[in-house]
């Protein structure tokens, strides 16, 4: 988590304009809710004086038109013309798709087995339209048919062939066109007949074959319904969008879709095909100046991802944790000559408690046996809202969503080491690297698919009153533990979901911006005090209480914001308050962002 200090005025030479009040608020709505991690120096500034920070918007690209020439201009777009609000809009999609869907999972047991179909029918239909879709770049990868159908970019779970039907003509921008007309194709592999080499493809049309069985053509092929929209599309030189579907076993559907960006139809015809029906040809050559198709190499890479340790002039360390997790954790640098990740450093797989700092007795626990089974019955699953936060699925323990504070089963509890409301005390369970960045130091990254929702690490370091803290404008590992001051948005801090009890707190009526405890890992840690920023971050903070019930000393554990790939670098937002951070000659400080995300607020203070 090493950063690299910038005077006023540098950084990012590409900063954007200042936005608008009604922006900022709208952009900060949407913003994934953060706990903010506000730094003891922080407090030197007024409230008055600290600003809110919000995501930049950026330009946005319109519809592609078709012009009185019956030409269709289409232009590649890349992650700098989508508009940062409707990047935003489409990762919250998809974070409210999974909270339904975790939902049905757990509900899965007594009713339906598709419960990635119902969180889809839960969720309203979004409109098709032409050419890139607002939000998604290419490259982007979906973890399930329903999820590109929630956000717009195909609407059919079940077909291949996704299109605007003859309702649409009654649109007046859409008067110009014939129906139906196709918007996308997804390729994967249901069809003996594509041929494809990323650039070019041959795909077959829709219908005929033996979907749930062979997959093989056991009828032909007529023309109406999709594959009329991709003539239609072609004679109107309208583009697609193309998906690339490829099997992963990770995933819950067990395959992950990329979108390679728009593709032309330049011809169809008809043949008899390998099983000697006629099947429907269409060739797609994709349009240049879009960022690089490259869903076969992401794949290609991660079915050969080694979790040995790399390549010894690769190689600092074997295992950073010396043996202390059940995964080794090895450090890595491929950048510089740089050998200091473990310089003045101890590795801990537990906190460390400060001789002054006296730890509240053991709380009392639940009468459930072996494992926590009925909400009704668990004083556990009651004080968080009379339900269980976690749901089991294909061995993966997943969080429903980020809540004010989780109430796990603890050493007073009936149930044993196996409950599910034991989650975050498994410890480590994914393989992790920490590596070398080119802008940030040292970072950790994953080599295995992290499922939405799974803890990843706890933040490890010793505990500490905040007001003990020394060289404080030197440290940049001190996590101050607010849950309390988040539970009563102190501070313009976030509230999240409020369905949880609120243990009684002797000083309810003097809650200070400074929480009274903190987790300096300086000296002391885990692999969680090398994770870095990012204004977009795939990791969340999360509280969680199980020995005790003491808010203000509540555990700090790292969460998957969202489905996370392997080699992804692991981010969480810092919180910081742009201009909150004052050196010791009492100047403002300012720091540039190098997170590099689409949102960045270009500071990280």
Not at 5 to 31: C, F, H, L, W, Y
């Amino acid at each position: 988590m090493d950063v690299v200090e910038s005077s006023k005025g540098t950084g990012s030479s590409e900063m954007e304009p200042q936005m608008s009040q009604n922006a900022t608020e709208k952009n900060s709505a949407e913003r994934v809710m953060v706990q903010r991690r506000v730094r003891p120096r922080l407090m030197s500034i007024p409230r008055s004086k600290k600003p809110y920070y919000g995501s930049p918007s950026k330009r946005s690209i319109g519809l592609p038109k078709k012009t009185d020439s019956g030409s269709h201009p289409i232009n590649a777009t890349d992650t700098s013309d989508v508009e940062t609000s409707d990047h935003i809009m489409v990762k919250k999609t998809i974070k409210i798709f999974n909270k339904h869907r975790l939902h049905f999972v757990q509900e899965a047991k007594c009713s339906s087995k598709r419960p990635d179909l119902k969180a889809m029918n839960k969720m309203s239909k979004n409109k098709q339209r032409l050419g890139h879709l607002p939000g998604v770049s290419v490259g982007q990868q979906f973890f399930s048919r329903a999820e590109m159908v929630v956000v717009g970019l195909h609407g059919r779970w079940m077909s291949g062939i996704d299109y605007m039907g003859k309702s649409y003509k009654k649109q007046g921008e859409y008067n110009n066109y014939t129906f139906p007309l196709a918007v996308a194709v997804v390729l994967s592999g249901n069809y003996e007949d594509n041929e494809d080499d990323m650039e070019e493809v041959v795909y077959s049309g829709e219908g005929g074959n033996d979907i749930l069985g062979t997959k093989q053509q056991i009828r032909d092929q007529v023309m109406e319904r999709g594959n009329l929209a991709l003539k239609n599309s072609m004679e109107q030189l309208v583009p697609v969008r193309v998906i690339r579907g490829h099997k992963f076993r990770d995933t819950y559907p067990r395959k992950v879709y990329t979108y390679d960006g728009l593709y032309m139809i330049n011809e169809y015809w008809e043949e008899k095909g390998i099983s000697g029906f006629i099947v429907f040809k269409y060739k797609l050559d994709r349009f240049g100046g879009q960022p690089k198709a490259s869903s076969k190499v992401l794949f290609s890479k991660k079915k050969s991802s080694s979790r040995a340790p790399s390549a010894k002039d690769e190689l600092v360390c074997k295992d950073i944790a010396k043996g202390q997790e059940k995964l080794r954790i090895p450090v890595i640098n491929e950048v510089d000559n740089h050998r200091g990740a473990l310089e003045g450093f101890t590795y801990s797989n537990s906190l460390k408690v400060a001789d002054n700092v006296i730890l509240p007795p053991n709380a009392a626990g639940c009468n459930c046996k072996g494992k926590c089974t009925n909400p009704m019955s668990c004083s556990c699953a009651e004080r968080n809202g009379s339900s269980f936060p976690y749901v089991l699925e294909k061995g993966n323990r997943l969080l429903f969503e980020p809540k004010d504070v989780v109430y796990e089963c603890g050493p007073n509890c009936g149930c044993g080491p196996n409950c599910l409301n034991r989650t975050s005390q498994q410890g480590i369970k994914y393989h992790l690297e920490v590596f070398r960045t080119k802008e940030k130091g040292w970072g950790v990254r994953t080599l295995d698919f992290i499922p939405s929702g799974s803890p990843v690490c706890e933040y490890i370091g010793e505990l500490k009153r905040t007001k003990d803290i020394n060289n404080v404008f030197d440290n940049d590992y001190i996590f101050e533990i607010d849950c309390w001051q988040t539970m009563h948005g102190i501070g313009g801090r976030e509230r999240r979901q409020k369905d949880v009890q609120i243990p009684v707190h002797n000083n309810v009526d003097n809650i200070d911006d400074m929480p009274e405890y903190c987790i300096d890992a300086r000296k002391t840690g885990s692999v969680s005090r090398f994770v870095n920023h990012s204004c977009e971050p795939n990791l969340f903070v999360q509280c969680v209480l199980s020995s005790h019930h003491d808010l203000e000393l509540a555990q700090v554990v790292l969460f998957a914001a969202e489905n996370i790939t392997p080699s992804q670098e692991l981010t969480y937002d810092y919180g910081y308050i742009l201009d909150g951070v004052v050196g010791p000659d009492g100047n403002i400080k300012e720091l540039a962002c190098r997170c590099g995300a689409a949102s960045c607020r270009k500071r990280l203070y």
